[in-house]
């Protein structure tokens, strides 16, 4: 049975949330589009996801973050046939509303992101850059940002 690209990334990432980083399982986080340049992901809002005052927890949406910069940077490592470890070595947000739906995180920095995989690659050491994610709430906000992360991104090539 084929299946698309975006079925094998979503397999992969609940895969992933099983076996190595339950909390992304948990929040049960869909990637509804991702190429070279952007990845673009949902984490529904729901009981598993909500706090007290009934929008997305804070922790709902640093998973939200952590996995659009961190499955764009697996994805691109993957499709050049080399493995890296990847890790983020710090992270700023701004919180500008209260998502109370569905959150879309997206990632627009596939470019940047494929230059440190090609930089760590070529030097073997650890690259660092910083990577913006932002996150909407469509059904009651459209593109407003509802939140920003830069989260730092820390890629290595992984030889042998």
Known sequence: MFSSPLARANQHLSLFGFLK??????????????DDKHVTMKI???????NHLNSMYFGA???????????????MAEQRGVKISLAFKSVQADF???PEGDVIFTCQDGEKISAMIGNAIETGERINQPVT???TCPSLHGDEAMATFELTLSVKHITG
């Open 21 to 34: 980083v339950p909390m992304i399982g948990w929040c049960r986080p869909k990637i509804l589009s991702i």
């Open 44 to 50: 529904p809002l729901g009981r598993r996801t909500k």
């Open 61 to 75: 949406l640093a998973v939200g973050a952590d996995v659009a910069g961190g499955f764009l940077a697996m994805a």
């Open 96 to 98: 500008h509303k209260r």
């Open 133 to 135: 994610i932002v996150a």
